[in-house]
């Protein structure tokens, strides 16, 4: 079972990089984060069988931190949402080199 | 007094520093859901916030003469989280007192301002002195946390909102793959302690599994402290924070990180230095190359101190790489000097700048040595000393990294480092020039400055020149802070057959 487990976490993780390279809605990109978090999560799960109970409280402290930078992170973008009515970063073009 | 944490009091004891400023944090923001919104109240709040930090100075004060015993407790008790505390303290107070005028100018009247920015200064010091992979990860989003917010502060503008969306999505992004490289470590040490880790990863029979997690935090600690090429949102995220804020990102969060990378990679990893060392070698000359050439286009004074930024964080690394104790000593140095002159030179780009933040372009700069005197004087020296000439910190500092690379093997690194510093006058002293040799299109006009950012540039330029003169006592002071950092266990003793009965 933990190679399974593990295989799937790298996948969860593989799809969470890809959506965030790819896609372009802020909200999506942030799912996507989320996915990664969790991902990992998954592994500190599967692992803390065989390599200690740290991995469990490990999880526990990811998901809090993973709900603050919700909180966070919404608010960012309700914020910007206000100046430019929308959520696609291709419009954010303000700053760039 | 010693510390073993056999009692949860001993905890408390060993957080003295961070437990007064999160308290002083908290009473900061209750005080502020009651008091009047105008420039008086957060300019109380604003010298509350400078009292708090004296506080958390003097507990400390009092940690250098606690022990630890053993070094393998969750909390560090030792020289260099004592240095780093201070360093984040000190940077912490020059942004409070450079954020004076700003609040009054900008029309910020949100006590939350300080209180975020003492929440993300309890992150920084909880990172540099924790040895448990679970607390770096919470001090780490605590004190990123606070700062996505901070970046974001002014929600009338469209530019700060645009820099906190793209702080934002990539510092979580990065957070993601610091989270994974932790997990793959632990998988494969069993534990979470560095001290501890260090024991059960042993370099001769390294598995697939330490390897890909070392890979994937030197990705996260690369976007974290701005590495090349994983640098994109760093000019972003400077260009449309609140100045104060920039300074702050510029100097304490990128020292912040550095302390976690060496805790990590030096303590934690420090017998596996022959894996790693590769990848932070390629991450420290992409950094010092590409952003001096990027920095020579540019024409945005804080977009081309961010660029100066980046290439500092390069420098750093070649420190990192070298992982002697010379290497971490000359880190500790660079770091204060680094922190000091980059301050002091968004301190004035935030005064000349304006209402809302107008005046940015270099060509705004042009005339300035004669209009404003004494500002284009303190710019020089900043700039002079961020380049890398003498007698100033920048260039000992520099000089110091060079002499650890060197010892440590590191000659080509060493070279890369004089050519990039060689090229990175050519953008500085192009402001030098600006201002002096270039007339002026449209007159500055009258410049307000505030007592309380006099005070915040006098002390930054004096460090400055004192580091440039008489290097030689902080120098001292910083070596002695890393004495014995890399030394987890006594294993001289230890594996010594005669001193065994």
Not at chain 2, 91 to 120: H, K, N, P
Not at chain 2, 436 to 457: D, F, Q
Not at chain 2, 459 to 464: A, D, G, W
């Amino acid at each position: 079972m933990l190679i399974e487990s593990l295989l799937l976490s790298a996948i969860l993780f593989a799809v969470g990089v890809a959506g965030v390279l790819l896609r372009r809605n802020a909200i999506v990109m942030f799912m996507c984060i989320e996915l990664m978090l969790n991902a990992v999560n998954l592994f500190l799960v599967a692992v803390s069988r065989y390599a200690g109970i740290e991995g469990q409280v490990f999880v526990i402290f990811v998901m809090t931190v993973a709900a603050a930078e919700a909180a966070v992170g919404l608010a960012i973008i309700i914020s910007i949402f206000r100046h430019y009515e929308s959520v696609d970063v291709r419009n954010f073009r303000l700053l760039r080199w | 007094m010693q510390i073993d944490f056999s009692n949860y009091l001993d905890y408390l004891w060993a957080l003295l520093p961070e437990t007064v400023l999160a308290t002083a944090a908290l009473i900061l923001l209750l005080y502020d859901g009651f008091a009047r919104k105008n420039a008086s109240g957060i300019r109380a709040l604003a010298w509350a916030s400078v009292v708090a930090i004296a506080l958390a100075a003097v507990a400390n004060v009092w940690l250098m003469g606690v022990q630890e015993v053993g070094r393998t407790g969750q909390i560090a008790i030792d020289g260099f989280r004592i240095f780093t505390n201070f360093l984040f303290l000190g940077a912490a107070a020059l942004v409070v007192l450079i954020s004076f005028d700003y609040t009054e100018r900008e029309g910020i009247t949100q006590g939350e301002f300080y209180a975020l920015l003492l929440f993300a200064v309890v992150g920084m010091m909880l990172l540099a002195g924790s040895r448990d992979l679970i607390l770096i990860f919470l001090s780490f989003e605590l004190m990123s946390l606070a700062v996505y917010v901070l970046v974001g502060f002014k929600r009338r503008d469209p530019r700060s909102a645009e820099a906190a969306l793209k702080y934002f999505l990539l510092g979580a992004f990065s957070s993601a793959f610091l989270l994974y490289g932790m997990a793959m470590l632990f998988a494969a040490g069993g534990t979470t302690n560095l001290g501890l880790m260090r024991e059960t990863l042993d370099a001769g029979a390294i598995g697939a599994l330490a390897l890909v997690g070392m890979a994937l935090l030197a990705i996260g600690f690369g976007f974290k402290v701005s590495a090349v090429p994983f640098h994109v949102w760093t000019p972003d995220a400077y260009e449309g924070a609140p100045t104060p804020i920039t300074a702050f990102l510029a100097a304490a969060i990128k020292a912040a990180a550095f302390a976690a990378f060496i805790r990590i990679f030096v303590v934690g990893l420090g017998d596996l230095h022959v894996h790693w060392e590769r990848l932070i070698w390629w991450l420290a000359m992409l950094t010092m190359i590409v952003p001096n050439l990027i920095a020579l286009v540019q024409n945005n004074i804080k977009r081309l101190l961010a660029y100066s930024s980046i290439a500092h964080a390069g420098y750093l690394l070649v420190a990192l790489v070298a992982a002697n104790e010379s290497g971490m000593a000359s880190f500790l140095f660079y770091l204060v000097a680094y922190t000091v002159m980059i301050v002091g030179a968004f301190a004035i780009v935030l005064m000349l700048a304006g209402q809302q933040d107008r005046r940015q372009g270099l060509s705004d700069y042009a005339g300035l040595g004669w209009s404003h005197p004494w500002a284009a004087a303190i710019l020089s020296l900043f700039l002079i000393s961020l380049a890398g000439l003498p007698p100033t910190a920048g260039f000992v500092g520099k000089f110091y990294i060079l002499r650890a690379s060197v010892e440590a093997g590191y000659v080509n690194l060493a070279v890369i480092l004089a050519v990039t510093t060689l090229i990175s006058y050519w953008y500085y002293l192009r402001v030098i020039v600006t201002m002096y040799m270039k007339p002026s299109i449209e007159p500055i006009g009258r410049v307000p400055w505030g007592n309380s950012l006099r005070a915040a540039l006098v002390v930054c330029s004096l460090i400055t020149v004192l580091l440039g003169i008489l290097p030689s006592w902080p120098l001292l002071k910083a070596r002695q802070s890393v004495e014995g950092l890399r030394r987890v266990v006594e294993r001289v003793e230890d594996s010594n057959p005669l001193t065994q009965p």
